[in-house]
Each structure stands twice: as structure tokens, then as C-alpha cells.
């Protein structure tokens, strides 16, 4: 077995952390204050397609995100602040854009809404969820820019890849190839804009070969940040259609606990998580039902990790990660 890594660098946790990438950086937590910049999708406004991809909400996945416009940005995030009720925030967070497809749009007005949160002194940075398709020239000049008038923030951007495989793609609507995603992280490498990518953990006909597939390709892109989401059956979307017809094969508890050590296992240990489960709006979710307590899947993975003696990387074996894509 190779050695353990530095667990005081991962303030404990078995894997790195978007927490601990923020305590190392910023010696604080910082909270994601989820904003619905008012934006929409070319999967859903018929560019590519009217009913977006097939398990994605009518909310576009930001039910719990607060309004944010051009009036009084202060306030809207401050409100979504209050949203996190009783957590300790500290005194800083990031101003996650994360409803629809935020980077579809003019880009004087991309522009007016990301620098109205990268303007306030508490937000130290912005994440913006997008679809690779969606990130041209335009919006890489802008983003490029903005790098530079804002030096003390940071601008992240977080892409939907979902799966490497071309079958299930093709299933859940996704709307794009491969190829089209390593254009969309080449063009954010040169300009030196980090990486998130989502993928998810659960999908219709993907057994735990195709998941660690997709893990290792990660690998080789090496992103700044991955989000591991389990697959979350949702009322309104094409995946609860099919569902409700013929009823196709939810994790257990235990099940999904298998599958996302394994993933932590096989991560590179540089890349850092940045989420383990995902939240299904309660009103909405059809399945699976125990997901809904989010403090037991964290808890359950923690000691099951603790136990094994096991963490992320483990299984990891690098072979020099890729420049290009």
C-alpha cells in the first residue's frame, strides 16, 4: 500500500475537500451562496432542444438558488446568506451562478452580472455553471479580462460532463460530444480559469467499470475541482417519465457508498471534491428517498473511509497527467 497523505493538509477528511482547499487558501470556510442569475439554456430554449437534459429540474438545478439581477447585489447575496439559517458562514463566500447555463447570454450582460458579485469585498470569488457548447471566444475574452481587472478574486468555471460515454450521453440529452468538452477545457487552460466538472454517479445502464472510466479520464485532464453527484430521480424531468413507466434500478445506501469510494479511491489526489451526494429538492424528489439525509451519507461515508483505512488516491496511478486534452 502507498503512503497516506498529509491529513492535517485535508483538515481530516479522507480525500481533499473543497473546505480544506479553502482553509489552506483563505483560513476560513467559505460558504457557496447559490444565485439564479436569470439565465436560460440551449437545451431548453430550442437551440438544441426544449426539454433540457433528462434529469435536469424545471429550476434548471437551482431551486435553492436566490434571484440575482442588477439591483442591489449586496442584498441578494446577503439574502442567500440568511438561506444557510443556522451554519457559521465567517465572513466571506462564493457567489456560485448556478441555475441554467451561465454563460448563454450577451456578454455586456455576462459582464455587468459577475462583476456585480466579484465588485463585493465578502465575495472572494465566483463559480459559474455552463455548458461547454456555451464557452466561445467572446466569453473566454471576457473571462480573460475579468482575471485581470479583478487579481485578488477568483473565476471558476463549472462544466457538465456527466459521463465519458457516448451511449448514455446520447440518453440523458446532453446535447454535445466529447470532443466538444476538451475544446472547452483547452480554451479555459490557456487562459488559466480552473476547472470544475460534474459528473454523475448512478446513471441508467453505467455499471461501476464505466463511473471509474470516467474517473480515469479525469485523471488525465487533471481539473481543478470535481463534484461527485448522485443521480437523483426528479418530478418534471424526462429521466421521472421514464421512471415512473418502467422503474429502472436506484442505489441503495449501501450501494452508493461503494461505488463513490471507489471514485474518491481512484481520484488523483490533486484534484479537489468539491461535492459527494447533492441535494434533491425535497418537494420534487421521487427517488431514491434515503438520499434526502444528506448528514447520513457524509457521515456513513466518513466512517466507512476511517474504517477501511482507505482515502482518495489510493488506487491512483499516475501516469503523468495531460497538458492538453
Known sequence: MKSAPD?????GKPYYSLDAWCKNTYGEKLYKIALNAGFSCPNRDGTLGTGGCIFCSQGGSGEFAVSFGDSDPAAQLKKGIRLLHAKKTGNRVIAYFQAYTN???????????????????????ISIATRPDCVGDEVCMLLAALKKEYPD?????????????E????????????PCFEDACRRLRAIDIPVIVHIILGLPGEETKEIL????????????????????????TGLAVIYEKEPFHI??????LE????????????????????????????APDWSRNKRFVLNSLHRQMKERQTYQGRSFHDSGSADTV
Open 167 to 178: 451511449k448514455t450521453a446520447l440518453f440523458i440529452r446532453r446535447g454535445y460530444e466529447l
Open 251 to 256: 442505489y441503495s445506501p449501501e450501494e452508493y
Open 103 to 125: 454563460t448563454y447570454g450577451p456578454t455586456d450582460r455576462l459582464r455587468t452580472v459577475y462583476e456585480a458579485a466579484l465588485k463585493e469585498p465578502f465575495v472572494c470569488g
Open 213 to 236: 472510466a470516467t474517473i480515469s479520464y479525469l485523471n488525465q485532464i487533471s481539473p481543478f475541482g470535481v463534484k461527485l453527484q448522485l443521480m437523483h430521480v426528479l418530478a418534471g
Open 259 to 286: 461505488v463513490l469510494i471507489a471514485c474518491i479511491e481512484h481520484l488523483s489526489p490533486r484534484i479537489t471534491i468539491h461535492r459527494v451526494t447533492g441535494d434533491g429538492p425535497g418537494k420534487l424528489l421521487l
Open 153 to 165: 478574486k477568483f473565476i471558476w468555471i463549472e462544466l457538465g460532463l456527466q459521463t465519458i460515454h
Open 7 to 11: 491529513f492535517t493538509v485535508w483538515h
